[in-house]
């Protein structure tokens, strides 16, 4: 099992910029990938980016050019670096964790990122 605690949400107008963090109770480097994904109020979660454990990674089409996934696995941590935000960005964005031979999704908390107009 893992425990995921992302941190990094926030207000801010658009054409802004936020990181956000998700830290890892364990070693990461040996997940199968680990993503973000993004919940509006009434509307189904949807994936925002993957990075798998080889270094591959996925983007929604809507995010692509504006949003970067990394990872540093010294610190158990994914990034995602999100710039040029729009409001249709706002959303509780989750971290996802996928593990295991018997692949187990593991989730985060959730953070609020708003993005004002």
């Known amino acids: 099992q893992v425990q995921l605690v992302e941190s990094g949400g926030g207000l801010v107008q658009a054409g802004g910029s936020l990181r956000l963090s998700c830290l890892a109770s364990?070693?990461?480097?040996?997940?199968?990938?680990m993503g973000w994904y993004r919940r509006v109020p009434g509307k189904q979660r949807e994936l925002v980016a993957t990075?798998?454990?080889?270094?591959?990674?996925n983007y929604a089409d809507s995010v692509k050019g504006r949003f970067t996934i990394s990872r540093d696995n010294a610190k158990n941590t994914v990034y995602l670096q999100m710039i040029s935000l729009k409001p249709e960005d706002t959303a509780v964005y989750y971290c996802?964790?996928?593990?295991?031979?018997?692949?187990?999704?593991?989730w985060g908390q959730g953070t609020q990122v708003t993005v004002s107009s």
């Open positions: 364990r070693s990461i480097s040996m997940f199968n990938a």
């Open positions: 990075i798998r454990r080889g270094g591959n990674t």
């Open positions: 996802n964790a996928n593990l295991g031979l018997v692949p187990t999704d593991y």
